[in-house]
Nanobody, 123 residues
Framework: QVQLVESGGGLVQAGGSLRLSCEGSARTFSSYAMGWFRQAQGKEREFVASITWDGERTLYANSVKGRFTISRDNAKNTVHLQMNTLNVDDTAVYYC????????????????WGQGTPVTVSG
């Protein structure tokens, strides 16, 4: 069982930055791939980014590529999402998720989810 707790969301002006964090509870955190997803009001949840268990490989949705960076610190059981040049379309609740195989990606079946942290970008 992995418990995930997101933090760092909030209100930011367009063009600004935010850094989201997700802390995991399990001793085996370092064996999981981690992903960030988001869900805007009235829309389906969508993949944002993922990182492999060892941090060696990352994947991004086209809509955030070049603006967002995912990273992890296995010593601290945390994963981060640095979000730069935010725009109003980035407004959503952001969720982190853990995936057992360690490889992640947009089509993997994620096993554990956090409660989400809201991000609002004002125009």
């Amino acid at each position: 069982q992995v418990q995930l707790v997101e933090s760092g969301g909030g209100l930011v002006q367009a063009g600004g930055s935010l850094r989201l964090s997700c802390e995991g509870s399990a001793r085996t955190f370092s064996s999981y791939a981690m992903g960030w997803f988001r869900q805007a009001q009235g829309k389906e949840r969508e993949f944002v980014a993922s990182i492999t268990w060892d941090g060696e490989r990352t994947l991004y949705a086209n809509s955030v590529k070049g603006r967002f960076t995912i990273s992890r610190d296995n010593a601290k059981n945390t994963v981060h999402l640095q979000m730069n040049t935010l725009n109003v379309d980035d407004t959503a609740v952001y969720y982190c998720a853990a995936e057992k195989s360690g490889w992640g990606g947009p089509y993997a079946q994620y096993d554990y989810w956090g409660q989400g942290t809201p991000v609002t970008v004002s125009g």
